[in-house]
Every structure is written in C-alpha cells, then in structure tokens.
C-alpha cells in the first residue's frame, strides 16, 4: 500500500559522482540523466545492479515510462529510496551530483498519485533553491509521467505568474515551487495546500544557507497535519 507522508529531504552531496554512473546532473536529458540508470544496453556482466525498477514494485505505466526511455535499472539512491518512499516513510537522502536523485522522489511521487481533475488542491510539493533547478524538475516529471495524465505547476519567480496560475488552477497535482515565491502566493491565497500528502525538500541545506528557513516554516505550517 502507499501511504506518501511526511517530508523528504534530498541533499546533494559534494564529492565527485560513484564511477560507473550514467549521466552528468539530476534533471532534464541529453547532457543531464534524472535517472542515472542502468541504460539496456550496458545490461549483462556490466550492470553496476542488477535490480531492476519493476522489483522496487512501481506502476505498470511508469514501468513502460521508464523502458521507452531506456532505463531499466536503478541506481544506489534510487534502489535505496523508492521502496520506503513507497511505503509513505520519510527520508533523507545524501547522494552525488549524478546519481539520480530527481527520479529517486520524483518516481514514488508519481507511483502514490492519482488524477484529481481541475479545482483540486495539489497532492505533492517539491520545494527548490534556484528557478533553473525547478525547471529541470519540472522537465524530468513530465517525462516520467507522460501519459499518466498527471499534470505539474511551476512556482518560480521570473516567470509568467498567469500560467502558473492557470496551471494550480487546472489541477495540478505536483507543485514544484521555490519558497520565496510559493510563501507570497499563500500569502495572497493563490494555492491551497490543505490536501497536500507528500514533500521534497530538494537540496535542502542549500535552501538553508541561502536563507529560505522561515519560509520553509511558513510553507511547512500550510500544510495538513497528517501527511
């Protein structure tokens, strides 16, 4: 059963990426992999693991998701975090620039979600330092989740502030926000967390020593008891 609570937090680490791994950063594709994964066809006598995603016990569509993609195999972080992210544990990741952290929350994430339709306040948050890093996430979940009919919101400053609202409007179901902006729509009531069940805290000590601790505060407070 999956029971999303809490708040997870991934934390990128500052030594250099475990050799063997795919991929050159955590979000988007070409020159970054969010999964970092095993591609099919380094399968075989190379594979750095033989798990395989369907083992962490994931949808059939992200299953599909992931095979078109051409990952089949989960890195350390990815096969450590989705079973307890899975199970609705809270979690705290440390993993090299690499590894493929985006996937190790953004997969469970999607795996406990459920269309809501429009109206309806979003099921999941991830919380970013930098708008950049938040666009790249934004990319790498609507990958993950093509054709599941999940929809995701930006929240970030330097952008049209009517298309994110359209957006939360619409129904998103994943708000990926920086918390500077995300505490002045609250502010103005322009989201509605009371139904949100799962965070990330993406990089969360960068966000501490860039400052963003009381509105973390604020943002944490909005959210429903029982998550």
């Not at 955590?26 to 399968?43: E, I, K, L, M, N």
């Not at 953004?106 to 979600?113: D, Q, R």
């Not at 129904?171 to 926000?177: K, P, T, W």
């Not at 799962?198 to 601790?213: I, N």
């Amino acid at each position: 059963a999956c029971r999303p609570h809490g708040v997870h937090h991934l934390r990128q680490a500052t030594h250099h990426a475990t050799p063997g791994l795919t991929g050159t950063g955590d979000c988007g594709f070409g020159q970054h992999a969010p999964f970092a994964g095993v591609p099919r066809s380094t399968t075989g006598k190379h594979a750095i693991n033989k798990t395989t995603f369907t083992d962490l016990g994931l949808r059939d569509e992200l299953i599909a998701a992931l095979t078109d993609l051409g990952y089949e195999e989960p890195t350390p972080i990815q096969a450590e975090a989705i079973p307890s992210l899975i199970e609705g544990r809270d979690l705290l990741g440390n993993a090299a620039t690499g590894t493929g952290k985006t996937a190790a929350f953004a997969l469970p994430v999607l795996h406990c979600m459920q269309h809501v339709g429009s109206g309806q306040a979003p099921r999941a948050l991830v919380l970013v330092p930098t708008r950049e890093l938040a666009m790249q996430i934004d990319e790498a979940f609507q990958q993950i989740a093509h054709g599941m009919h999940i929809r995701t919101a930006l929240v970030v400053g330097g952008l049209s502030e009517g298309k994110q609202l359209n957006d939360i409007r619409a129904g998103a179901e994943v708000v990926i926000a920086t918390p500077g902006r995300l505490c002045d729509y609250l502010d103005r009531r322009l989201v509605d967390l009371s139904r949100t069940a799962t965070v990330v805290l993406d990089e969360a000590d960068r966000m501490l020593d860039m400052g963003f601790l009381p509105s973390l505060r604020i943002i944490l407070d909005e959210l429903p008891s029982k998550r």
